[in-house]
């Protein structure tokens, strides 16, 4: 069996709406940069930041929110 569409959506106007969400962000970000904002560098410091985070860790967060996901399923089973 296919999938039903919800009437009223069609593929294109999805596409469309994800266009302009990001022709927005696109935009947001020229105007914080015409601000003097710097958020290449911005984006580039959390990178770094989120990168020297030790793998253990990330697997530990992992495994706990999926463990609490597991448990609140199955509280309301």
Same mark, same amino acid.
């Given at each position: 069996? &296919? +999938?039903?569409?919800?009437? &009223?959506?069609?593929?294109? @106007?999805? *596409?469309?709406?994800?266009?302009?969400? *990001?022709? %927005?962000? +696109?935009? *947001?970000? #020229?105007?914080?940069?015409?601000? %003097?904002?710097?958020? @290449? &560098?911005?984006? @580039?410091? #959390?990178?770094? /930041?989120?990168? +020297?985070?030790?793998? $253990?860790?990330?697997?530990?967060?992992?495994?706990?929110?999926? $463990? /609490?996901?597991?448990? +609140? &399923?199955?509280?309301?089973?």
């Amino acid at each position: 069996m &296919g +999938a039903v569409e919800p009437s &009223g959506s069609s593929r294109p @106007s999805r *596409f469309v709406k994800i266009g302009a969400w *990001f022709a %927005g962000i +696109a935009i *947001f970000v #020229l105007v914080l940069q015409l601000l %003097g904002v710097d958020v @290449s &560098g911005w984006l @580039s410091n #959390l990178w770094d /930041q989120i990168s +020297a985070v030790p793998p $253990g860790y990330i697997v530990a967060g992992l495994v706990f929110q999926s $463990g /609490q996901t597991l448990f +609140a &399923g199955a509280s309301y089973y």
